[in-house]
């Protein structure tokens, strides 16, 4: 599958006149009247048969000739027009390359060979588009290593470009996680032309990405309309839709000239689009089973696990940006005689009670996990020291005030001791950030419970 590789039609004739009766007929051939034509269509094609009317200047010279036979870009050349001429004995004018075949009288014999010619271009023809379905296939194999569902779309595009031999296109997706968030992946454009293009499709009117089902060729809608108004192109585009069973959504989106396109073709773009729609299934349920991995089960907040990696990205985010970030611990007072008095099953349907007092409090950008036991952590990015404590202190007054129901005329009332740190005053590490805002809770624990401390009353 190579983009740069000449598209191979059935035959070229060059002539100024109609050229011989049995090639009227014989479709699909391309027919020019010049030999500068003939040659930039040399440059561009193969051909199984070359007919060139020596009435027409401009025939290339053998040396040249037997080259594009060598190279594969011409199967036979057959010269017409020139009498007395006989291919040399024992050799077949249409199955030898460079050789003259005598145009008058020759009509019937000519049609035969071209008759054959034209059953070996087709079985040729199977062949070549096995071959491509089997390279396009193979070429498949990389979107396997997707486990990632925002890496499967711009492989796709670049698979559905080598595809077509074009340069040019976008991918545009939702992600599922994020609800009406879009991105996109282009290729091709300069950088102006490609921030145009994406500042209309992700910021103004957004494209249906549920309005396209199949592969197709259209030459109206938002999409199109997009790419004529930032002037990145003036004709139609091939649509391919890309979709997941979980929510994955997306269109790849390649300029084309008009709305022709071949079988063979369009069935490896298909072929393209089925394996990366496999692809974004596979990604979808390893984003699930690693979801998982990260939930706890009683809570089904994220656990210990998931917030060390999250510390960790956080911490990054925050020393590259030059932002906030602050970390909250949390621990139940006394829950132990909860669980001695009542049960366990109590404790834990107070602890899924409290979850939901907790996600109450703190925005949806922020991370709240279950340490382990009655212990809680919230991680809040972009969060300065001060902010942290309120949001801390809002916490506490509101899981005091709560009344926690666990069953039919069963209340709790539950207090929390709360200690904050922030990066990088109290910490510069994910190791020294838990260690500080542990400390701080314990202290808040060892001054009454129910109260919120600052790792920065530790110093000194």
């Not at 017409?80 to 460079?98: K, M, N, R, T, Y």
């Not at 003036?234 to 929510?247: A, H, K, N, S, Y």
């Not at 979808?284 to 510390?311: C, H």
Request: glycine share 10%; with cysteine.
């Amino acid at each position: 599958m190579n983009p740069g590789e000449a598209r191979h039609s059935w035959y070229l004739l060059v002539s100024d006149g109609p050229g011989p009766g049995c090639l009227q007929e014989a479709e699909p051939g391309v027919r020019r009247r010049d030999g500068v034509s003939a040659l930039e269509c040399l440059a561009h094609q193969s051909f199984e048969l070359v007919v060139w009317d020596l009435a027409v200047p401009g025939l290339p010279e053998p040396s040249f000739r037997r080259r594009l036979c060598d190279e594969g870009r011409v199967g036979n050349w057959l010269m017409l027009g020139v009498e007395g001429i006989e291919p040399l004995p024992g050799q077949d004018a249409f199955g030898s390359p460079g050789e003259v075949f005598e145009l008058p009288g020759q009509e019937q014999s000519l049609g035969a060979r071209v008759a054959r010619g034209r059953k070996n271009w087709e079985e040729g023809e199977t062949g070549r588009s096995l071959r491509a379905r089997l390279d396009t296939l193979e070429e498949c194999r990389v979107l396997s290593q997707c486990l990632e569902a925002g890496k499967v779309y711009p492989v796709a595009l670049d698979l559905v470009l080598e595809v077509t031999g074009r340069q040019t296109g976008i991918a545009i997706f939702r992600r599922p996680q994020v609800p009406g968030s879009y991105s996109s992946v282009v290729r091709g454009l300069a950088e102006e032309s490609s921030e145009r293009l994406q500042q209309m499709l992700l910021d103004g009117k957004r494209p249906d990405l549920d309005a396209y089902r199949q592969t197709e060729i259209v030459d109206r809608g938002d999409l199109v309309a997009a790419f004529h108004a930032t002037d990145c192109h003036d004709g139609p585009l091939l649509v391919v839709p890309l979709r997941g069973r979980e929510g994955e959504c997306g269109l790849l989106c390649v300029p084309v000239e008009d709305r022709s396109m071949g079988e063979d073709e369009l069935g490896c773009i298909e072929l393209v689009a089925d394996r990366a729609s496999t692809a974004l299934n596979i990604a979808e349920n390893y984003e699930l089973a690693k979801e998982r991995a990260f939930i706890d089960d009683v809570t089904q907040v994220y656990n210990a696990r998931y917030l060390l990696s999250a510390v960790d990205s956080e911490i990054r985010r925050a020393a590259r940006y030059d932002t906030d970030l602050s970390l909250l611990f949390l621990d139940l007072d006394r829950f132990k005689r909860v669980n001695d008095r009542n049960g366990h099953l109590v404790g834990t349907e107070a602890l899924r009670r409290l979850v939901g007092v907790l996600k109450e409090n703190v925005r949806e950008v922020d991370t709240l996990a279950r340490y382990g036991g009655d212990e809680f952590t919230i991680l809040l990015g972009g969060s300065s020291h001060r902010d942290a404590l309120q949001i801390a202190e809002r916490i506490r007054s509101g899981v005091e005030g709560h009344v926690f129901e666990i069953g039919p005329g069963d209340r709790l009332e539950l207090t929390l001791s709360i200690g904050v740190a922030s990066f990088p005053e109290h910490g510069a590490s994910r190791e020294l950030l838990l260690e500080a805002s542990d400390k701080a809770m314990y202290r808040a624990k060892s001054l009454g419970r129910n109260r919120v401390c600052s790792a920065g009353d530790l110093e000194g």
